[in-house]
């Protein structure tokens, strides 16, 4: 059996920056262990799975898909950089002929449309509450060491912790830090932290970016993920009440690096937009 496959930068314009991801085309259903045996050869933060819903349907014709994320580790219920992928496979590889495609997710349905030379991601808003210190000062300490923490929120549909630190640092210091994230995985006692967020505000007179982030999943195989869509539906509703504003521009400092144009809405979700770099296509022999 031969299933195409692409890998695809997403959230940026260039290839080997932003984040990778695998986008696998199914014609037909695939065995239920293959999706994660796939994914681990891979050993990509996300390897997505782009299924027909019924046996007619078309990839360059149909609207509606079956839409599955899985790390080198396990399965994820949202991941916002490989639905930008996967869009990105349809509407620029297949040359999909429609304007807004839906996937059928474990997070419900999301939707991808074309903006000019941005593909928006319609996802759900999270929102992230204020998080006692004490039941999370080893993982935070493992993160960040002694450095000063001004927030300290958790979500509890996505599992993240949001470690907002001192407006006092500037972006280099986020980048610049040292994070051995596989202490986390000794370090969190409670079971219930499955994704580290650290962010710091950005400089957002004139042109710049709102805030800053950087984002550790070591529970899901993942150290450090290069640039996080799922992680940005918990900071855009954190930022956006920080903030005042509902229209945001983000940049996750990662090694490869990425940036996220935000839109609030206010009906309880965010438009996320990023550009995208198809950077292979092959197939699969199985």
């Given at each position: 059996?031969?299933?195409?496959?692409?890998?695809?930068?997403?959230?940026?314009?260039?290839?080997?920056?932003?984040?990778?991801?695998?986008?696998?085309?199914?014609?037909?259903?695939?065995?239920?262990?293959?999706?994660?045996?796939?994914?681990?050869?891979?050993?990509?933060?996300e390897t997505a799975f782009i299924?027909?819903?019924?046996?007619?349907?078309?990839?360059?014709?149909?609207?509606?898909?079956?839409?599955?994320?899985?790390?080198?580790?396990?399965?994820?219920?949202?991941?916002?950089?490989?639905?930008?992928?996967?869009?990105?496979?349809?509407?620029?590889?297949?040359?999909?002929?429609?304007?807004?495609?839906?996937?059928?997710?474990?997070?419900?349905?999301?939707?991808?449309?074309?903006?000019?030379?941005?593909?928006?991601?319609?996802?759900?808003?999270?929102?992230?509450?204020?998080?006692?210190?004490?039941?999370?000062?080893?993982?935070?300490?493992?993160?960040?060491?002694?450095?000063?923490?001004?927030?300290?929120?958790?979500?509890?549909?996505?599992?993240?912790?949001?470690?907002?630190?001192?407006?006092?640092?500037?972006?280099?210091?986020?980048?610049?830090?040292?994070?051995?994230?596989?202490?986390?995985?000794?370090?969190?006692?409670?079971?219930?932290?499955?994704?580290?967020?650290?962010?710091?505000?950005?400089?957002?007179?004139?042109?710049?970016?709102?805030?800053?982030?950087?984002?550790?999943?070591?529970?899901?195989?993942?150290?450090?993920?290069?640039?996080?869509?799922?992680?940005?539906?918990?900071?855009?509703?954190?930022?956006?009440e920080q903030l005042g504003k509902?229209?945001?521009?983000?940049?996750?400092?990662?090694?490869?690096?990425?940036?996220?144009?935000?839109?609030?809405?206010?009906?309880?979700?965010?438009?996320?937009?990023?550009?995208?770099?198809?950077?292979?296509?092959?197939?699969?022999?199985?």
């Open positions: 059996m031969q299933i195409p496959i692409f890998t695809v930068d997403a959230f940026t314009n260039r290839p080997f920056s932003g984040n990778p991801a695998a986008v696998c085309l199914l014609e037909n259903d695939l065995d239920e262990d293959l999706h994660q045996k796939i994914a681990t050869e891979m050993n990509l933060s299924r027909k819903l019924k046996p007619g349907d078309d990839f360059t014709k149909s609207s509606c898909f079956g839409l599955r994320w899985f790390t080198p580790a396990n399965e994820v219920p949202l991941c916002g950089h490989a639905t930008l992928a996967s869009a990105a496979v349809l509407f620029h590889v297949q040359k999909n002929t429609n304007s807004v495609l839906t996937f059928v997710t474990l997070s419900g349905e999301l939707k991808a449309r074309q903006v000019k030379d941005h593909i928006v991601l319609d996802l759900p808003l999270y929102t992230a509450y204020p998080q006692e210190l004490k039941e999370v000062e080893e993982l935070i300490k493992a993160a960040v060491g002694d450095m000063t923490v001004q927030d300290l929120r958790y979500s509890p549909d996505t599992k993240k912790l949001l470690v907002r630190l001192s407006d006092t640092y500037e972006r280099s210091v986020l980048e610049e830090l040292k994070v051995s994230a596989q202490r986390f995985l000794s370090a969190e006692k409670t079971g219930k932290v499955k994704g580290l967020i650290l962010t710091v505000k950005g400089n957002s007179s004139g042109k710049g970016h709102d805030f800053y982030s950087r984002y550790f999943a070591p529970w899901y195989g993942v150290l450090e993920d290069p640039v996080t869509g799922s992680a940005h539906a918990v900071l855009s509703s954190y930022w956006s509902k229209e945001m521009l983000a940049f996750q400092c990662s090694r490869r690096g990425g940036e996220l144009k935000i839109s609030v809405r206010n009906d309880g979700r965010v438009d996320i937009a990023g550009q995208t770099a198809v950077v292979l296509k092959g197939s699969l022999t199985l």
